[in-house]
């Protein structure tokens, strides 16, 4: 693929036509074949043969564009897809959204940078996590790795990769230590407010705080996590292990 289309047009043009058949086929909803034709005049299949358009985007985006959408399944797909994890993407946590959340004795959020993004709201979004999360990690380009260094919180760990790279490998050059955040009111916020009546009896979260230590609702937190996010987990896992 890369030295048919290489041969063709350079980087920087391969790039932004990546870009054009990822906006259109995730944002807009195109086929894969209508865009791609479009943007190179053949049709995909020629080049990729009877691959499934995702497994092509997902070979397209680590060729030129890697992106969020890239990242996050490159990253669950080579560290992720453990047998007993749940592994998810796009939890609202708050006014932020974590990039990728797995929970099995631990809960740990990834915060996703690519080189197309900045660090503005990285301070917030890794605070934000780190009341209802017991470990925070950011993920990012090499290049980025020491500017992320001077604004994370001493606590959050780092994975790296070389976005110039083909082969996806994801280093981790700082381990995270546990949040001393944890915050029992903020992980009840998370939960369904149906749900929280099932679970404890009612609804008045100030009533749960003084029944439930914290230590008891950060376990109840993460069984939660699980048994609510099992299917979303097992599709997200299936899809990821697929391209």
């Known amino acids: 693929?890369?030295?048919?289309?290489?041969?063709?047009?350079?980087?920087?043009?391969?790039?932004?036509?990546?870009?054009?058949?990822?906006?259109a086929f995730i944002c807009d909803k195109t086929s894969l074949d209508e865009i791609f034709s479009k943007q190179f005049g053949v049709s995909y299949k020629l080049i990729f043969g009877k691959n499934n358009s995702k497994s092509?985007?997902?070979?397209?985006?680590?060729?030129?564009?890697?992106?969020?959408?890239?990242?996050?399944?490159?990253?669950?797909?080579?560290?992720?897809?453990?047998?007993?994890?749940?592994?998810?993407?796009?939890?609202?946590?708050n006014d932020c959204r974590a990039d990728i959340v797995s929970v099995n004795g631990k809960s740990i959020t990834y915060e996703i940078k690519t080189k197309y993004d900045s660090f503005?709201?990285?301070?917030k979004q890794l605070n934000t996590y780190s009341y209802v999360f017991e470990y925070v990690y950011i993920i990012c380009p090499n290049e980025k790795a020491n500017e992320a260094k001077k604004i994370i919180p001493d606590y959050c760990g780092i994975y790296s990769y070389d976005d110039k790279r083909v082969t996806n490998r994801f280093r981790c050059i700082k381990k995270a230590t546990i949040?001393?955040?944890?915050?029992?009111?903020?992980?009840?916020?998370?939960?369904?407010?149906?749900?929280?009546?099932?679970?404890?009896?009612?609804?008045?979260?100030?009533?749960?705080?003084?029944?439930?230590?914290?230590?008891?609702?950060?376990?109840?937190?993460?069984?939660?996590?699980?048994?609510?996010f099992?299917?979303?987990?097992?599709?997200?896992?299936?899809?990821?292990?697929?391209?």
């Open 179 to 228: 949040s001393p955040n944890l915050d029992s009111k903020r992980q009840l916020d998370v939960f369904i407010k149906n749900d929280t009546k099932k679970i404890f009896g009612t609804t008045d979260h100030d009533l749960i705080l003084k029944k439930y230590n914290s230590r008891k609702i950060n376990f109840i937190f993460k069984k939660y996590i699980k048994d609510r």
């Open 230 to 243: 099992s299917s979303k987990s097992v599709n997200f896992k299936e899809e990821c292990n697929l391209l």
């Open 1 to 23: 693929m890369n030295c048919v289309l290489s041969s063709v047009y350079q980087g920087s043009e391969l790039e932004e036509k990546t870009r054009n058949i990822f906006n």
């Open 56 to 93: 092509v985007l997902y070979n397209l985006l680590g060729q030129y564009y890697k992106n969020e959408y890239f990242i996050k399944r490159a990253f669950t797909k080579l560290l992720l897809l453990k047998p007993n994890l749940i592994v998810f993407t796009e939890l609202p946590i």
């Open 120 to 123: 503005i709201r990285a301070s």
